[in-house]
């Protein structure tokens, strides 16, 4: 695989929605292969300083490679739910100008067969964006029950029949284990009896069990809190989504800081009683007709941005 050739989505966006100042200090809470990153540190001037961070021990030795001279960059191998211990190390916990989540799968981790990402290529059933750690996507096909599978296909991959595709890989591993990519698309088709047009029958089941391998969803829930925490006043978080499990938890976690205080409906409270944290940068972004024709993954990004509202100084702490 060529990492030369990865494209980063909504990267203009990106850059625009994080407003980077020149001496700020900013953070690519999903390097991937440093697309935005790179835009980053353009912007930034000798005092500025770029923290990165990837769970995935390729994207971190490429951060290390590429930026090898880079003093203002610092490379993390970590997931974004230790997003705070990382910046407590890095003595910046509440001091962040500007925040990035690009959520998902990257592009070269789809392209390089031997990740297990992938229905279209032959390769290792593994699904892990760390390799390092945890149980590979084989290993928990080959011991998770029907009631598991056809609850993670259903609710991490809205498919319709995963039920009827559960069934069928619980029958299957009786007689050979399910090992590699195609095994595994094989079986999802061969158990589907309708196809959605333009999409590959076993596309929503590599979905739903990559997400539930990475626990990319409880992750994303974890790392949402402590990212507005790490924020300097008016700093900038900005996060782009693949699919509505994803963004709707950003929304809602958005819509919930600006809101504020839950008080009971009729109650009368004035705006500034309700303690909004955070403010909604204008209205969710997707990418446009020339991006799409260009990196065509872009089709289903989706960039929310929001900013820390800072203390009124009588509602700062005791």
Sequence with gaps: ??????????????????????????????????GHARAILQQLGSSGRLI????????????RREFASEQRLHVHHASFA???????????MGQVDGLLFDLGVSSPQLDQAARGFSFRTEGPLDMRMDTARGESAAQ?????????????????????FARRIARTIVQARLQQSITTTTQLAQLVAAAVPTREPGQ?????TFQAIRIHINRELEELDQALPQAFDSLAPSGRLAVISFHSLEDRRVKRFFA????????????????????????????AIRASAS????????????????????????????
Excluded: C, F
């Excluded at 990165?52 to 994207?59: G, L």
């Excluded at 799409?292 to 900013?307: D, G, H, K, Q, W």
């Design 1 to 34: 695989m060529n990492d030369s050739v990865h494209v980063p989505v909504l990267l203009d966006e990106v850059v625009r929605a994080l407003n980077v100042k020149p001496q700020g200090i900013y953070v690519d809470a999903t390097y991937g292969r440093g």
């Design 52 to 63: 990165a961070m990837d769970r995935d021990p390729q994207a971190v030795a490429h951060a």
């Design 82 to 92: 230790m997003l705070t211990s990382i910046l407590e190390h890095e003595g910046v």
């Design 140 to 160: 928990w096909l080959a011991r998770a029950s029907t009631e598991e599978i056809a609850q993670v296909l259903r609710d991490l991959g809205e498919e319709r």
């Design 200 to 204: 590959h029958p076993a596309t929503r």
């Design 256 to 283: 919930r800081e600006a809101r504020g205080a839950d008080v009971p409906p009729g109650l009368p409270v004035r705006a500034a009683e309700m303690h909004a944290r955070m403010r909604i940068v204008g209205k």
């Design 291 to 318: 991006e799409i024709a260009r990196n065509p993954r872009a089709r289903s990004a989706t960039l929310r941005v929001a900013e820390r509202i800072p203390e009124r100084p009588h509602e700062a702490p005791a």
